[in-house]
Each structure stands twice: as C-alpha cells, then as structure tokens.
C-alpha cells in the first residue's frame, strides 16, 4: 500500500519523556499508512524504504500539527435547553424556585424524553458540529438525560449514530445515575436498583463503554455509587466519576478502588482521594467550563494533582445544566486563566491524557502505530492555541483516520 509523507511543519508530538517541550520536533515529517502514523520524526531522518513507498507529498507550509483534541466529557446529547432559566436567575429567582417549577435537571429530563431520536440527533449534530469545528477527532458522550430504560437506549443509540455520520469516534458512558427522575422522588435506593436492571440490558445493545455516576450530596452516595460500580465490574466494564465536584464526599478514593480511568471535577479533591487516583493510575478530568459557568470559587487542587503525578485530562462538559460550552479551545484557555496550567499541560490534557481517560491508547500523542487523526493549525507556537480565546482557532486541516 503506498504511503503519504507530510513535510514543511512543526509536529506537537505531545508524546510522554519527551526531551522538549509539547514533544516538538522542528522540521518535521509524518508518514501515513491508511489510518495509522508509520512514522513521525525529523525530516532528515525518514528511513529510505518508507520514503521509497511515498506516493503522495504533502506541503504543511511550515503550520503547526499536533494529534486531533479528544473531549473525554460531555453529554453532548439532550434535548431543550436551559436559557430560559439563566434567565430567570439572573432576573433574581433563586435555583429552588426554578426547581420547584420544575426546572434545572428535571427539565431537561423531560425535554430528553418528550424528543424523538431524530430530534436529538439535529439538535446534537449541531453541537457536535461546532466541536468538530476545532479539530475534536474523538469525544465521549454520556447518557444520564433520560433516566428510564427507552430513553437511556435513545440517548446512547444517537450519540452512537452520530459518529457514523461524522468524522470523530464517539465513546458513549452510561450515566444512568445522574439524577433520581420524578417518578422515584424519594425513593433513591429504587432507582439505582432500576438502574441496575438497565445496565446489562443496555451493555447487552453494545451501547456502553463506560459506566459513570454522579456521586454528591445533592445526587448519590458512595454506598449508591458503590453498587453501580460493582455491577460495572461484574460485567468487565471500565468505570468514571463526576466526584467532589461540590463537596468531599470520598468519592474518589471508591472510584480508585474500582480502578476508574477518571474523576472528573475534583474541585473539593482531597490528599487521601489524590494518593488513591495516583495508585490505580485514574486521570483528574477538569471541567472548567462548569467552574466559570457556575461561578464556582473553590480551585481544584492543581498542585496537589502534579505533586502525586495524576495525569489532568480537560474537557468541554457540555450540558446544558452547568457548562453549556462547544469549544474545547476555550476550555484550554480557561484551565491556563482559572486553574494556573501551563499552556504544555493543558495541551496535554486535551490530547494524550484525554486518550487515557477514555481507556484508549491508540491516539492522543504523534507517534508511530498511533491513528492517524491529527490537525494541522496555521500558528507558529503550541501556545497559541490556548492563548487567545473567543477567536477563529485558525484551524486548517483535520485528517481523521488519514482521511482530510
Ligand atoms: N454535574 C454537573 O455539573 C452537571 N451534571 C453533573 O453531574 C449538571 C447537569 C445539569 O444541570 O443538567
Ligand atoms: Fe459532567
């Protein structure tokens, strides 16, 4: 098969060790063997059989390429949105007001439920659109809107159908215990026992990767969430929390004992629940967007995180509740202004340890054997990306899979 050589461009390889920094290699070439990386180093030294086999050549004009952005946080599918209550809130309602009217949550729930698959699927291919826009080539969507068997299926069977038509791979997560619906009010205990009987059948349609809960005060509790994660493992499914995102509930430290790719939020992680991430080896998703959007004043211990070698993942964590937010770049900038990362790991936290968020070790770094899903940005410096905010990401090319 006749391979294609990229030249003329500065590759972010953003691979691990890396003696420079973002992995930067200046003049640099990649080689590409249908939808996977053959080769990727200095230009000088592309090994002579696989020039040979080079049919095509491409000119990057000296751009910028760094691996395609994965968004390893979203619930990318519902239906409605919440406008209306912001709103009202910043009209002076109050959020117990909105949801005794029923609002927050619930009414997104409703909105989920009352819209036909075709409905969400318009309406989230929009969103999904906007993503793809800023080079996302991977990005993970979870259920948790529809909280009843049909329209947990809906939810997860759009969000599947959404990446056979567009060029990403989607990873879908059940988030079956996000929110205990109407019909259970009251009763907690019951519904997570419905949400055990959803999970096989779910698993069953092969519409879970992932399975995720909201472990909270306001949500479940560790002994709540502790029965979904066992009934996760029991059936050989990798499992990831929204944790102390308001609160030090323990959450991290079950999550770490059920060896969980990720914690996401951690705004009120503690030094226990930071030892327990580093030994099972979970990844710190942070979720700026929720943290500006509900203007949160609590910083997730980023000190702490580099100081016991957790990776950081960021992500968008679109939904429409507390991050109504399609744009990853503006999240890179965000984890630079709000939460003190450097531009390097911020990078990183979109690429390399979003992959191993998500359990995936084929992508996230510009590496031989890895997939060839890359972007070619028209900036000079890594930097830059995460710089300038609410701007044209001067984004040029995606390749997903080889493919432009
Ligand atoms: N944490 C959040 O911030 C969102 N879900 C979660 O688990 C809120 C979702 C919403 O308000 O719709
Ligand atoms: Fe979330």
Redesign the pocket.
């Known amino acids: 098969m006749s391979l294609q050589l990229w030249t003329h461009c500065r590759a972010a390889t953003l691979q691990a060790g890396a003696a420079q920094p973002y992995g930067l290699i200046e003049d640099a070439a990649l080689v590409i063997d249908g939808e996977s990386l053959a080769w990727v180093g200095p230009r000088a030294d592309v090994p002579a059989d696989l020039l040979a086999r080079c049919e095509t050549q491409r000119d990057a004009g000296g751009a910028l390429i760094t691996p395609g952005l994965i968004d390893c946080h979203t619930h990318l599918v519902y239906g409605g949105d919440r406008a209306h209550e912001f709103e009202l809130r910043l009209n002076g309602a109050t959020y117990e007001e909105i949801a005794r009217a029923g609002g927050?949550?619930a009414s997104?729930v409703k909105a989920t439920r009352a819209a036909t698959a075709q409905q969400l699927q318009t309406q989230s291919a929009a969103r999904l659109q906007r993503l793809i826009a800023e080079g996302v080539t991977t990005l993970e969507i979870k259920s948790g809107y529809g909280l009843a068997l049909e329209h947990e299926r809906k939810t997860l069977s759009v969000a599947r159908a959404l990446g056979q038509t567009h060029a990403v791979d989607i990873r879908t997560t059940f988030l079956g215990a996000?929110a205990v619906p109407a019909e259970f009010a009251g009763r907690t205990d019951a519904y997570v026992d419905a949400v055990l009987e959803m999970l096989p059948v779910l698993h069953a349609e092969g519409l879970v990767d992932a399975v995720d809960a909201?472990c909270e005060r306001i949500a479940f509790s560790t002994a709540q969430t502790g029965r979904v994660f066992a009934a996760a493992k029991a059936l050989g499914i990798p499992v990831k929390l929204?944790a102390e995102?308001l609160s030090d509930s323990g959450g991290a430290q079950l999550a770490a004992h059920y060896g969980a790719l990720s914690c996401d939020h951690l705004e009120w992680l503690s030094t226990e629940g930071a030892q327990a991430m580093a030994a099972a080896g979970s990844v710190a998703v942070l979720l700026p967007g929720?943290f500006y959007f509900l203007r949160e004043t609590k910083l997730p211990p980023v000190a702490l995180l580099r100081e016991h070698n957790v990776p950081m993942a960021i992500s968008t964590d679109c939904?429409?509740?507390?991050s109504p937010c399609t744009s990853l770049l503006l999240m890179l900038n965000m984890a630079c202004t709000l939460f003190r990362l450097t531009p390097e790991e911020a990078l990183a936290g979109v690429t390399r340890h979003a992959a191993a968020a998500l359990g995936l070790r084929d992508r996230g770094v510009l590496a031989a054997g890895m997939r060839a899903d890359f972007v070619v940005w028209g900036v000079e410096r890594p930097a830059e990306l995460s710089y300038a905010f609410g701007a044209n990401p001067r984004l040029q090319t995606v390749f997903k899979g080889g493919l432009v």
Do not use: E, M
């Not at 939904?319 to 507390?322: H, L, Q, R, V």
């Open positions: 927050g949550i997104t996000h909201f929204h995102q929720a939904n429409p509740g507390s």
